[in-house]
């Protein structure tokens, strides 16, 4: 049997396995697809290759890697093996849909069947949906439809696990350069990392999660979008009665709410979920050029902002709560359109998720589903106080505000005015203010505009703007 790996690159608690594995001997296949790989940025390839190389320590060296197109390349193995079945989870994304239709019917027409078993979620996108059959649109009502449906327990690894030999392939990818540091990839990294956070993390995380400095969340993210872990083997270990796994388990729950989007609405991944949104007129020209430099470089001159971008740059990561403070800032002080920081985001990270990640920007550029209104617009300095109170976030990634005292770490251009110089730290590249009125303009533009009510007003309601 073909077991046709994608995001499952583990042996534990993989459905698909498992029903290869009952089939008979496996010859496990990994496809590299150009559109996915060449799309990818340096860290997710570097993690992928790493990973795939685990992989095919842990199958005894017969993991079989080809580079084409997914539905020429099985339809060649399967005609070489004279395999009749290739397993394979389900995907959900626009592209992979579009794939594993390719894939299925190429097949089918050599006589070979295409079984999908299992996904990359504890709950399938489209599987829960309101009372009426119509999908959500809010997480909330999404997350507690989410927890009644459930998920089975983890599946062990096959008791009986027979690999054979495949035909040539390409080899295991050379992991590519990366001037990010990434994490340990594979499975058994994953349980590591898994077991260090439920050790010292998971019940301090509802107290410790806003707090970038601290570094107290999971960084499973790469693992659960790989299938390095599968998010049933991390649910099993949560216990809900607890403020702080119920919390994290809502986290999990974030990111097949926006799975469930995506898959219900394909073209949210590239346009606006609110339509009247795309009326919001954006920025463009050298200046507009010259300002996504800056951000993407972490020299905005706002601290919070330019440690987020060169954690980015250094880790491939960057804590959530920042991610949100970034993303505000090149939408709403800089006014650019929200599909250019989800592009840089998606090419720097090694988390990089499709769903997670787009519709992330969306909600706080006010465009999608469950979005924060866009009259509210993160101040970096406010934020930065509130979030890394003693600059330790800060200091980490911008060294040249370690001599700056903590209660000006997040304003260090006022410290002009005194003898100690923010060690070259620039000036901000705008007035937040200023861009904060006029961001507001263009909501009101926009909304007026409009044929409906954007998010966060409703005709014949109390303006918002208006306060």
């Avoid at 003898?419 to 007026?448: C, F, M, S, T, W």
Wanted: charged share 25%.
């Amino acid at each position: 049997m073909v077991w046709w790996v994608r995001r499952d690159l583990r042996l534990e608690d993989n459905p698909a396995l498992a029903e290869a594995a009952g089939e008979g001997a496996v010859v496990p296949v990994f496809v590299l697809d150009e559109k996915l790989w060449g799309s990818s940025g340096a860290p997710r390839r570097a993690f992928l290759a790493g990973a795939l190389a685990e992989l095919e320590r842990a199958s005894g060296g017969h993991l079989l890697v080809r580079r084409g197109e997914p539905a020429t390349e099985l339809a060649a193995v399967c005609e070489q093996l004279r395999a009749a079945l290739v397993v394979a989870a389900a995907d959900f994304g626009p592209y992979a849909r579009r794939r594993d239709e390719a894939v299925g019917a190429a097949l089918a027409g050599a006589g070979v069947e295409l079984r999908l078993v299992g996904s990359p979620y504890a709950v399938e996108p489209g599987r829960v949906r309101k009372a009426d059959g119509t999908a959500f649109r809010v997480f909330t009502p999404y997350s507690r439809a989410w927890v009644a449906h459930g998920w089975g327990p983890p599946l062990p690894r096959p008791e009986r696990l027979d690999w054979a030999e495949g035909p040539g392939g390409v080899g295991v990818p050379a992991v590519p350069a990366t001037a990010a540091s990434i994490p340990e990839p594979g499975e058994a990294a994953a349980r590591r990392r898994f077991e260090a956070f439920l050790r010292d993390g998971l019940d301090s995380y509802a107290e410790e999660r806003n707090d970038p400095g601290a570094d107290r969340t999971s960084r499973l993210s790469p693992y659960l979008h790989f299938g390095c872990l599968h998010p049933r083997t991390l649910l099993a270990r949560v216990d809900a009665r607890r403020r702080s796994h119920a919390t994290w388990r809502s986290e999990l729950c974030w990111r097949e709410f926006y799975a469930d989007v995506l898959w219900h609405q394909p073209d949210s991944a590239r346009t606006s979920l609110q339509a009247g949104m795309e009326r919001m007129r954006v920025d463009s020209g050298p200046l507009a050029e010259a300002r996504f430099a800056a951000w993407c470089e972490g020299r905005t001159g706002y601290p919070i902002v330019d440690a987020g971008m060169r954690q980015l740059r250094t880790e491939a990561w960057m804590h959530n709560r920042v991610r949100m403070i970034a993303a505000s800032f090149l939408v709403k002080d800089l006014h650019l359109d929200w599909r250019r920081g989800a592009r840089w985001f998606m090419s720097q990270l090694v988390d990089g998720d499709l769903a997670s990640n787009n519709h992330g920007w969306q909600w706080v550029a006010g465009t999608g589903t469950d979005a924060a209104p866009y009259y509210r617009v993160f101040n970096p300095v406010l934020q930065g106080r509130k979030f890394d109170p003693t600059g330790a976030y800060v200091r980490r990634y911008l060294p040249e505000l370690s001599g700056v005292p903590d209660e000006a770490v997040h304003a260090p251009w006022e410290m002009r005015r005194r003898p100690l110089d923010a060690g070259g730290y620039p000036d901000p590249i705008v007035d937040h203010h200023a861009e904060r009125n006029e961001a507001l303009a263009r909501y009101a533009e926009a909304r007026d505009g409009a044929e409906h009510p954007l998010p966060g007003w409703e005709a014949g309601g109390r303006d918002p703007l208006r306060r």
